[in-house]
């Protein structure tokens, strides 16, 4: 039996809205405010107090990279007829492609301005400058190489750094967010990789279209391959506690490693070697505070 058409519109907005990295975006603003807190804090005793803020910015932050995605993929029609032809904008999901991508877009943006003006404190100009940095990327950046990656890359790290702020830790979780900038560079560079043939058709100025595929992987890998001297720096200066230091080996380091030996041994990976290196930041999350709450029980005795 069809599927009846107006399911099939909803689940072609759906995939427009890409839920599961908008899973991701609240994964890492929550993240941000739990890791922001002491090693020995009781997270609900922090967070519980901040609810309301903490979920604001997650939904705020979700709404902005939205109504990104979507302006996006109105930009790359054309190259993802090519690239990424299952997307909703062009395998004919809708009859008024571009209506509905900029609908969504305001909608998405106005959204998450009303959510983020009721967040207490400075945490609104996060959402201001991510949505700003979000409408300059799309209509500028993209096509601009390398200074788009560092834009795609800055606006990722700072779902950490906005849940941070809610509780007023930004500071503390200042590692993480070179480490998680640092990891997304490198996945942005192989997504270029992915992508080049079909932004060759838009005269895009990215590394691989510019100084070729190859040489853009060994600097993805090679920007990988920093978070060890990175890591080991916060460390060895007093700025991460051992905990967590060795948390983010086992969950971020040693994958991302790994990850970027294959990428650069074999190229016709680079598909997965960009989502491998999106996982593997989220892994390093996931790590980090399961090495906290085990270090909680085993010096407290206390799980919450």
């Given at each position: 039996?069809?599927?009846?058409?107006?399911?099939?519109?909803?689940?072609?907005?759906?995939?427009?809205?890409?839920?599961?990295?908008?899973?991701?975006?609240?994964?890492?603003?929550?993240?941000?405010?739990?890791?922001?807190?002491?090693?020995?804090?009781?997270?609900?005793?922090?967070?519980?107090?901040?609810?309301?803020?903490?979920?604001?910015?997650?939904?705020?932050?979700?709404?902005?990279a939205i109504g990104g995605y979507s302006i996006n993929?109105?930009?790359?029609?054309?190259?993802?007829?090519?690239?990424?032809?299952?997307?909703?904008?062009?395998?004919?999901?809708?009859?008024?492609?571009?209506?509905?991508?900029?609908?969504?877009?305001?909608?998405?943006?106005?959204?998450?301005?009303?959510?983020?003006?009721?967040?207490?404190?400075?945490?609104?100009?996060?959402?201001?400058?991510?949505?700003?940095?979000?409408?300059?990327?799309?209509?500028?950046?993209?096509?601009?190489?390398?200074?788009?990656?560092?834009?795609?890359?800055?606006?990722?790290?700072?779902?950490?750094?906005?849940?941070?702020?809610?509780?007023?830790?930004?500071?503390?979780?200042?590692?993480?967010?070179i480490l998680a900038f640092l990891t997304n560079l490198?996945?942005?560079?192989?997504?270029?990789?992915?992508?080049?043939?079909?932004?060759?058709?838009?005269?895009?100025?990215?590394?691989?279209?510019?100084?070729?595929?190859?040489?853009?992987?060994?600097?993805?890998?090679?920007?990988?391959?920093?978070?060890?001297?990175?890591?080991?720096?916060?460390?060895?200066?007093?700025?991460?506690?051992?905990?967590?230091?060795?948390?983010?080996?086992?969950?971020?380091?040693?994958?991302?490693?790994?990850?970027?030996?294959?990428?650069?041994?074999?190229?016709?990976?680079?598909?997965?070697?960009?989502?491998?290196?999106?996982?593997?930041?989220?892994?390093?999350?996931?790590?980090?505070?399961?090495?906290?709450?085990?270090?909680?029980?085993?010096?407290?005795?206390?799980?919450?």
């Amino acid at each position: 039996m069809p599927r009846p058409l107006y399911l099939s519109k909803l689940a072609a907005l759906a995939k427009l809205t890409r839920p599961n990295n908008v899973g991701l975006i609240i994964v890492a603003v929550i993240a941000g405010a739990a890791l922001g807190l002491p090693p020995l804090a009781c997270p609900t005793a922090g967070l519980k107090q901040m609810f309301l803020p903490l979920l604001s910015s997650a939904l705020a932050l979700s709404l902005v990279a939205i109504g990104g995605y979507s302006i996006n993929d109105l930009r790359d029609r054309e190259s993802d007829k090519i690239s990424h032809p299952k997307r909703p904008l062009v395998n004919g999901s809708f009859s008024h492609p571009a209506m509905v991508a900029i609908i969504v877009t305001i909608i998405s943006w106005l959204g998450a301005l009303a959510l983020g003006w009721f967040v207490a404190g400075g945490e609104f100009w996060i959402i201001v400058g991510c949505l700003v940095l979000s409408f300059v990327y799309a209509l500028w950046l993209k096509r601009a190489g390398i200074f788009g990656n560092l834009t795609v890359a800055l606006m990722t790290s700072l779902a950490l750094a906005y849940g941070a702020t809610v509780i007023h830790a930004l500071q503390t979780i200042l590692p993480l967010i070179i480490l998680a900038f640092l990891t997304n560079l490198a996945r942005e560079l192989y997504k270029d990789v992915e992508d080049a043939e079909g932004d060759q058709k838009l005269n895009s100025r990215s590394l691989p279209l510019t100084i070729g595929e190859k040489p853009t992987r060994i600097i993805g890998s090679s920007i990988a391959f920093t978070v060890v001297p990175v890591l080991l720096y916060f460390y060895l200066s007093g700025m991460l506690f051992w905990l967590d230091a060795l948390s983010l080996v086992a969950g971020l380091v040693i994958p991302l490693l790994i990850i970027a030996i294959i990428g650069l041994k074999k190229p016709e990976k680079v598909g997965k070697v960009q989502r491998w290196m999106k996982e593997s930041m989220f892994s390093g999350l996931l790590v980090l505070l399961l090495g906290r709450l085990i270090y909680r029980v085993i010096v407290s005795g206390q799980w919450f």
